[in-house]
């Protein structure tokens, strides 16, 4: 016994020591100044593959990776990427892209018009063997190659808004494993990646446009969300996208930068119009009167956060309605009285669930509910798992009324307004208004750019009429990035522009 | 031999039990892989074709039937997750997250065992009764608390180690061990505590015992029969004590990883979870179960050996 002490301390010790010079190792490879660990709050666990990604989490890293023939820059606007130039003709059936000079894939290969034929070919399952992998590629009639640098795509039905959906991944054509050797053409090439723990980044030397200016990035798995600000401190990581605002004020007088954006998501209770209560538009509307959203903004998230009152956020600002934050002020007696009328005066019960990964919907959740006690309605929060809530209320549409943000995938208010047809495929709340419908197609049909904008608003204002949802807001977006950096940029978008990061001098 | 045998075969069918277990708990519980992996993207069509890809929309016996075929061939598939072999997945992690229990054992056993025998001797005395109330807080801690507390402390206010900057085993040896030794503290911390009072208690009853005072009675001193006679018989419970504390101490680490950003196996158990990345969680939990009876079995051998008694 005495023996296997003595071998157990003695172990205890050399590990001890090695540790000291452990630490030594670490504070070499702190100086190194071009590198910057960014830590993020998952793995990347959908896909590599920038067309099988669905995650806004991964999209935002791979954003970096991978370009389409047109990317969205931070102003909101799409500028040319792989393509130098283009032309929209037809109205809006025919889009002819031009390759840009010297485009080379992360390997040194340079971009043929073979392979952005076969990237828009393989999202529109144009061969019928795979799936649509973007939707609105089910358009496409026929891609083109017209010569080594011209390639044309037709479209069955004229689109003017078809440009925003082509921030789709350029890749090559001759990858057989684009999952586990992801290459693109972005500033920032894929090195390796150790799964649950860390992902590589290296900047791409042959890149086309401005380059990146710190060489490697290390993307750091922290899954538990309270040691975000201990490893912040600690300088394990450097950076941290959407903390919350307590973590803000943890990093306040520290050498922590905290940017401050927004989050570009429609935060809303989204309520589904089946559920028998809810079909009735009267105790819709009793809810958006009931619930006080400046008061959740103030309780929750000190303040930080725009009010907003239909299916669009601020950033979208072609788009945006700011009138219609207060299509619904705060009414009590009016909420009852719409109770009243649609015959629940003695009060209503129902549940919400709220996907419980996410803190900022639960608090606002919880709010929710102390609001319309004082209505009468007693609501009661089902807390579930995020594969649970998108197997059950968001696919399968079994939820009464849920708190969640929702995101737009492209630079287009149809990102935003699309899912709110009454047949559309991901209109998980059963949504159905024939105003809305005819506003959308004629949107959709038309191909001046006024004339789209306007019945696009139009959408909004009946989602507002009709109190679709009852909306909440654009969340503020917190961002710590370590003082030693710089060049943090917001995007109307769910992106990290990791390329415009750089050192401090 | 026929005690090899009886135990080989409640290793088997624990094994296959358990697989069964986790295989239906993955049919009974939303969701699946491929609702998972599509998200908000998933439309009725989009989930239809990725559950024909994954072989998902097969019949459940059907499914199971084809894992424990190949899984008994060695091969336990890929992750849905990663696109790797679940094989190679785990190799990378399980020598993290045993280096870590072994870590966390080994401080236990160092500390606890002459803590135990120390406060058994001096029972009553100043120290032992200051021991006793020091155990009494720390067992009470859970372990997630003193991970934080420990990683404040030694982590931000001290410095002695930088919380979040774990590296593999693969990269640097050093680091690696200096970097585990905190959350296995973390986790040895109550189980050290319990130790020492099962330790203590079992060894007082025991030196109450006839034996004792026959031994004693032939002129041995005190430290004689407390390490040749008492502590033997003491140690019984205690071994099977430890085997169970090895378990738990796995279990630990699962939830220590969480707290102090290791990639090991309980990391990557608990997103396959919730990524329903069923080939991985069922060999990572068939594993799991593997050590949990290994370990009791090995304690099994070991009390055998310590006490003839037990054998007959």
Redesign the interface.
């Known amino acids: 016994?005495k023996k296997?002490?003595f071998l157990?301390?003695l172990?205890?010790l050399t590990?001890?020591l090695?540790?000291c010079?452990?630490?030594k190792?670490?504070d070499s490879s702190r100086s190194d100044e071009s590198s910057i660990t960014i830590?993020i709050p998952?793995?990347i666990?959908?896909?590599l593959d920038p067309h099988a990604a669905?995650?806004a989490g991964t999209e935002e890293i791979l954003f970096n990776i991978f370009e389409g023939l047109v990317k969205p820059d931070s102003d909101g606007n799409l500028v040319p990427a792989v393509a130098s130039d283009y032309k929209i003709e037809d109205e809006g059936k025919t889009y002819t892209f031009y390759l840009r000079e010297g485009v080379k894939f992360h390997d040194g290969t340079p971009v043929t018009v073979e392979d952005i034929k076969y990237s828009i070919e393989r999202c529109a399952d144009t061969s019928g063997e795979g799936?649509?992998l973007v939707s609105a590629f089910s358009n496409i009639e026929s891609v083109e190659i017209v010569d080594e640098k011209t390639v044309s795509i037709r479209l069955m039905n004229a689109d003017t808004d078809f440009l925003s959906e082509l921030t789709s991944a350029v890749i090559p054509a001759w990858n057989e494993d684009p999952?586990?050797n992801p290459i693109g053409t972005g500033p920032y090439r894929y090195v390796s990646r150790?799964?649950?723990?860390?992902i590589q980044l290296e900047k791409f030397e042959d890149y086309w446009g401005t380059p990146a200016n710190i060489t490697n990035i290390t993307l750091?798995?922290?899954?538990?969300s309270?040691?975000i600000v201990?490893?912040l401190?600690?300088?394990?990581?450097d950076m941290f996208c959407r903390i919350s605002t307590d973590q803000a004020n943890e990093l306040a007088g520290t050498e922590f930068d905290v940017y401050e954006g927004t989050m570009n998501l429609v935060q809303a209770m989204y309520l589904n119009n089946a559920f028998e209560p809810f079909a009735d538009v009267r105790v819709r509307q009793a809810l958006c009167y009931a619930v006080d959203a400046q008061a959740i903004l103030d309780l929750a998230f000190d303040g930080k956060g725009t009010v907003i009152g239909s299916s669009m956020f601020p950033a979208f600002g072609k788009y945006y309605m700011p009138e219609l934050s207060n299509a619904y002020p705060r009414d009590v007696e009016k909420a009852k009285a719409l109770l009243a009328e649609a015959g629940y005066a003695d009060g209503l019960s129902f549940t919400i669930t709220v996907p419980s990964n996410y803190q900022q919907h639960v608090d606002t959740a919880q709010i929710i509910v102390e609001q319309l006690k004082e209505v009468n309605v007693n609501a009661s929060i089902n807390l579930v798992?995020?594969?649970?809530w998108?197997?059950?209320a968001?696919?399968g549409r079994q939820f009464e009324a849920t708190v969640v943000g929702?995101d737009a995938s492209t630079l287009s208010a149809r990102a935003l307004l699309e899912r709110f047809n009454s047949d559309n495929?991901?209109n998980f709340i059963n949504f159905n208004s024939a105003a809305y419908d005819e506003a959308y197609q004629a949107a959709l049909a038309s191909t001046d750019d006024a004339e789209q904008s306007a019945y696009y608003k139009t959408c909004e204002q009946v989602l507002s009429d009709e109190a679709a949802n009852v909306y909440i807001q654009d969340m503020a977006s917190l961002v710590a990035l370590n003082n030693r950096y710089g060049g943090y940029v917001f995007y109307p978008m769910y992106v990290q522009d990791f390329a415009k990061l750089y050192v401090r001098e | 031999m026929r005690y090899a045998g009886k135990k080989l075969i409640s290793v088997l069918a624990t094994l296959l039990i358990v697989s069964f277990l986790v295989f239906l708990a993955f049919a009974v519980?939303?969701?699946?892989a491929a609702?998972?992996?599509?998200?908000?993207?998933?439309?009725?069509?989009?989930?239809a074709?990725?559950r024909a890809e994954m072989g998902l929309d097969r019949p459940f016996f059907v499914r199971y039937g084809n894992w424990l075929l190949s899984a008994l061939k060695g091969d336990f598939g890929k992750s849905y997750?990663?696109?790797?072999s679940v094989s190679a997945?785990i190799g990378?992690?399980l020598p993290i997250t045993l280096a870590l229990s072994v870590?966390s054992f080994?401080?236990m056993?160092?500390c606890a065992?002459?803590l135990g025998i120390y406060t058994a001797k001096h029972e009553g005395g100043a120290l032992d009764r200051i021991i006793m109330v020091v155990n009494q807080v720390v067992m009470a801690v859970p372990p997630f608390f003193s991970g934080?507390m420990i990683?404040?402390v030694f982590?931000?206010l001290l410095k002695?180690?930088?919380?979040?900057?774990?590296v593999?085993y693969t990269v640097?040896?050093?680091?690696f061990?200096?970097?585990l030794?905190f959350p296995a503290v973390a986790i040895a911390l109550p189980k050290i505590a319990m130790t020492v009072k099962l330790l203590r208690s079992s060894l007082i009853q025991e030196a109450k015992k006839d034996y004792v005072r026959t031994a004693y009675s032939k002129g041995n001193r005190t430290n004689g029969v407390l390490?040749r006679h008492v502590?033997k018989n003491a140690m019984i419970p205690v071994i099977t004590f430890l085997a169970m504390t090895f378990t738990d101490m796995i279990a630990g680490s699962v939830i220590m990883e969480?707290?102090?950003?290791v990639?090991g196996i309980g990391?990557?158990l608990?997103?396959s979870i919730?990524?329903?990345?069923y080939p991985v969680v069922e060999a990572v939990i068939v594993l799991l179960a593997l050590i949990v009876v290994l370990v009791n079995l090995a304690a099994d051998v070991l009390c055998r050996a310590l006490d003839p008694r037990i054998r007959h």
């Open positions: 016994m296997f002490v157990s301390v172990l205890t590990i001890a090695s540790a010079s452990g630490d190792a670490d830590g998952q793995d666990e959908d896909s669905v995650a799936t649509l999952a586990g150790v799964v649950q723990d860390s750091k798995v922290i899954a538990d309270d040691m201990t490893n401190k600690s300088g394990a990581i798992e995020w594969e649970t998108v197997n059950d968001y696919v929702v495929s991901k | 519980i939303p969701g699946d609702v998972s992996k599509l998200g908000t993207q998933a439309t009725p069509e989009r989930i074709a990725l997750s990663y696109g790797e997945l990378q992690k870590l080994l401080i056993i160092v065992i002459p934080i990683t404040y982590g931000l002695w180690f930088q919380p979040g900057s774990f593999s640097n040896l050093g680091r061990l200096h970097y030794l390490y502590l969480q707290v102090f950003s990639a990391r990557l608990i997103s919730s990524s329903r990345d």
